[in-house]
Structures are given as structure tokens and as C-alpha cells.
């Protein structure tokens, strides 16, 4: 009992019910995603980015990620509808994913109808493999950092346009309309504006045209002649990036893709990290928003040896059955195009190594492998139904619940330490979010905990004669270090840590960005001591991080808020104004500012204040609770 193929009309009734069908599975496997909060990198790229509070304001959305001018400006677009309402930004961004997965649908029905495919035992299951890889697209649990994780819009953008311009490119070689040639032009040119990973989008369509179509050597040099117009498309992003020199840069990609330097080791563990990401596509379990992936120890190592021989047997494998089964073929080659951009870009600039989102493009390659594996090659038709259903069902189920874990920071970066128990980032993260919950205690329990992991890791605390530094279970009590202690030792690691990893990045540029994460710890903890209510150690930790870096404003505004609660009026408006200065769209400044009049009963200037507070961050609850009560003590006045 086999499938019988649809005829033309049947298959277009057929479509006609699969694209609400899809749109239909997309909303239902994310419908618990659009109250989980802004995450990570949210916060500079919306909540902090005072360039989307004005939509027409295109030149500070440009300079603010030139090279993602596109995702910008759609954040903007979101903030002029719903300000920093949450779910609206879910809502576009589940809404881009659907998009996605119907032009994963259209690009299998393209394939289907090229002359490589259309005589294929294939082809009479075509339909069906569209429909079943677009919906395996949509509901792989590795999609939900992508979708869920809203700055990584980005990914789900620059898909679109990558998608939408191999369609368009398919329907021109099919159908020889000009119209969709140009239309194709133009998207590709979007998909440059909106991530870095569209420039492997010529080379995507000229894989269409070498896998698909039958040329002959004047035909493959006519093609490529007509793809010259697509290949002129890759100045875009280096000369864009080559700009990227403005101070409101969001992430200053420009300069650092600069300092970009080879370093073998790290070109050794993308080759680890490739079979990671298998692992995760054919098994997607223990997924983790920040790995603590580590270094290749050589190539001959345990670990990555035996990476290089899966990965070079694969590339061997789609090159024997090129001609007997060209869509496996092509799908091997997908993923390690659409891979290949992040995977060169994290071995040469040496940051991470492995994020989930990295896999959003590449999940194309792998939905079409599973769907012609399941649909084309088992025969009875139960046996596929069966599989097909439990492949949905199971993924699906998967995707729903790592949703749930985006719910909040603090589940997200629990489940996150969970899996990176001696990453720092993670105890920082989850600090931050314990902080905002109004639970100081555990938020200064997660600080002392990121710079323990911090020293050990980088070898600077000694370990002779100090048992606690051996310690294993890193959920015991911190050490709660000498702040001048953690000052010194971090000090001389900062001098040594070059020389001692042996990198050939520059200095100053390591320099800083070390002194940066030991200025935000300090930062961070004088806060929590602040909603602890112990104001002595809310400023020694102020100041600690002052000295650290003489332009921190929230330092600055942290501190002046201790003084006000000492009462020390005089000092507190001096750092408050100071940081200002620094930092005239700092929200909590404009709050500290506004309990500083509370204090000297000038509660009409307080009022003022908390307004300018809530205007820059409509989610300061702090500055909202404090408006509240000003216009309770107004009223009874």
C-alpha cells in the first residue's frame, strides 16, 4: 500500500488546507511562549536601545546595528505599537517562524518541479514532503532559541529573505518570468540588512542550479554570468561592517571582526561543535541557552578525531550518492553551507562557540532529510503515517515544554546553570534576575558564586593548602572572598591572561572586555546589597567598581542612591548628577533622582523624576511603585 500522488487540482485543494494547517501547528507549539520575559541580549537590543523609541529615526537605528539594519528597525516598529509589551515582539517573531516554515513548504515544491526531481520515484510524494518538512521545521525544539529568544529575530529575518530568494530564484529558472528574477535580487539584498549569515546566499542558489538543473558546461557558465548580480550582493555586508564605527554601536561587530585571528584550536573544536549540532538535530534533548563548550585539546584528541572522521564520512557519503539520491545529497550540503558563516566567524574571533539559533537555517537541510527518509522510502503507508505522527507529536511536545523554560530569567538561567555549572556568565545572569525579584540574598549568594568560578578557572587564586578551591559541588555556600582579595588576584590576571592563554588578540582589546565583566560583578552587587538595605556595603562595592571603570554610570547612580538612603544628600545628588551626565537615558538614575526629592519632601520635582524614569523604562516597576506613592502622599496633602 503506497501513497498515490495528488492530481494538479487535487494538490491544490490540498494546499489550499496544508498552509492554514501549518500556520495553525506554528501558533499552537508556541502559544506558550508569548509571556516569557526579554532575555540576555534583549536588554541591550530593546530594553536599553533608546534608537527603536523612534521609528522614523532612521540614521540612530542604522548606527545602533548597521549590519541588521532590518531587525532594528523592526524592533522599533514593535516598540511604536506595544512599547516593551512582550508579546508583541512573540507575536512577530512566531509569526516570522510560520513565515519561514510556509516558504520551507513552497521551496520543496519548487525542488519537486526542477528537471533533477521531476522524474524522481520522488516525486509522486512530493507534496507530502513539503508539508511534513515544513512542519518538522516548525516544531524542532533546537527552533525555540531562535523564535523565543527575541533578539535572535534576527535569525528568523534573515531566513525569510534567504528563503524567499532561492523561491523566487526557482519560480525565474522555471517559469524564465524576469519579474521573479529581480524580485529575487531585491530580497537577497533585505536578507543582507537583516544577519551576517545571508552571504553564503549566492553560493545557496548557485548549489539550486548545480544539484537541480542538468547543465552543460556553457549552460553552468551562463548561470553563472546571471548569478554575478547575486555575488556582487556579498560587498554588502564587509563594506557594512567596515563602517560599523559608530560609539552607539550596539555590539561594535565591526571591531570584532577586526581582530579576528586564526587560532587552530578553535577551528579544531568547530569540528566538534558541527557533530554537536547533529547530535541536536537527530536528538535535541539537554539543550542550553549558554554552553560552556570546551577547547580542542588537538586534533588527534579523543574527541576530536573521531568528529573529523563522522564529519569527513558524511561529506564523503553525499559526494558517492550525488546521482542516485541527489536530495540527500543536497541536504548535506545545506547544512554545512548555512553552518558555515557562524562556524567561521566563532573559530576566528574566539567567543562562543555554540548557540542554538546558529541551527535555525540549517534545520531546512535536515527537515527535507527527514521528510524524504520518512515519505520517500517506507513504503506502507501506515508504517509512515505512524512515523510521521510520531515524529510531530514527540517534537512537538519537546518544543512546548523547553518553551516553558523561557518563561522567566530565573527558571531560564537555572536550567541554564544546570548544564553550565562553571560558566560565570550563568551565576551572573542568574544574580541579575534574583536581584529584580526582590531576593538580594540569593542574587548576592549567585555573585560570590561567578567570581569563585571566575579565579578557579582562570588559575589565579592559589589552590595548595586551600581545600574549598578543589571543591566540586559548586551549589555549596561561596566563598565570600576579600573584596580587595578578588581585587588583586583578578588584577593580576588581567596583566597575564594574554600570555597565558597564548592568543594573538590584542591586549588592550582582552584587557578590557576582562576589566568590563569585573566591573559589572561589582556593579551587580552593590545593588543587591542596596535592595538588601545595607547602604555600607552598597557603596564600598560602588566604589570598588568606580575604580575599576571611572564611566560607569550605573555605578555612579547605584552610589548616589546609597547616600540618599544614609542621608548624605550633598554626596548623593553630586554622583546622581554625575551620572547623568555619563548616561542621560538611564532610567534607574532618573528613579534614585526622584527618591532623593522624595527624601527632601520636593515631591512635585519626585513626581517629575519617576514620570522621566517610567518614559525611558515602562517595565521600572520600582519607578512605577514610587509614583504611586507620590500621588498618594499629593492627594493627602
Known sequence: MSL???????????SFFAIPFIVAIGFLVYANSFSAEFHFDDNAAIIENFAIRDVRNIPEIWQSFNTRFLTMLSFALNYSVGKLNVGGYHLVNTSLHIFCGLCVFWFVSLIFKTPALRKSFLFPRSFYIAVFSAIIFMVHPVQTQAVVYIAQRAALLASLF????????????????????????????????SKEMTFTL???????????????????????????????TLLIIPLTLASDTSP?????????????????????????????????????????????????????SLGTFPCFLILAGIVIWAARIFRRQRIFSFCIAWFFLAVSVEAVVCALVSRDMLYEHYLYLPMVGFSIFISTLVLGYLKDKRVVLSVAVMCVVTLSYLTYQRTKIWRDPITLWKDTLCKSPYKPRCYINLGVAYNRNGEPERAIHCYYKAIEVYLMQAGTLPRSGSSAFARKDLT???????????????????????VKNNRRIKKEYQHFFSRRNLTLWYTNLAAAYGNKKDYAQEIKYSQKALELDSHNALAMSNLGLAYAHQGDYAKAFEELTRALALNPHLSQTYNNFGFLHTQQKDYQKARAYFEKAIELNPRNQQAHDNLIFIDNILKSL
Open 202 to 232: 549566492p553560493l545557496a542558489l548557485f548549489l539550486c542550479d548545480f544539484f537541480f538543473f542538468e547543465l552543460s558546461k556553457e549552460g553552468l557558465k551562463k548561470q553563472l554570468r546571471l548569478l554575478t548580480p547575486f555575488f556582487l
Open 476 to 498: 555549596e555556600e561561596p566563598l565570600l572572598l576579600d573584596p580587595d582579595l578578588i581585587d588583586g588576584y583578578c588584577r593580576w590576571h588581567l596583566m597575564n591572561s594574554a
Open 4 to 14: 498515490k500522488p495528488p492530481a494538479a487540482m487535487a494538490q491544490r485543494t490540498l
Open 248 to 300: 552607539h554601536s550596539l555590539f561594535n561587530l565591526g571591531h570584532e571582526v577586526s581582530l579576528m585571528q586564526f587560532n587552530a584550536l578553535y577551528v579544531l573544536t568547530e569540528m566538534n561543535v558541527l557533530c554537536t549540532y547533529l547530535r541536536l538535530l537527530f536528538l535535541p534533548i539537554n539543550q542550553n541557552l549558554d554552553y560552556d563548550y570546551p577547547l580542542s585539546p588537538g586534533f588527534f
Open 162 to 193: 534567504y528563503l524567499l530568494t532561492l523561491n523566487l530564484y526557482l519560480k525565474w529558472r522555471l517559469t524564465n518570468r524576469l519579474l521573479f528574477y529581480r524580485l529575487a535580487l531585491a530580497t537577497a539584498i533585505l536578507g543582507m540588512f
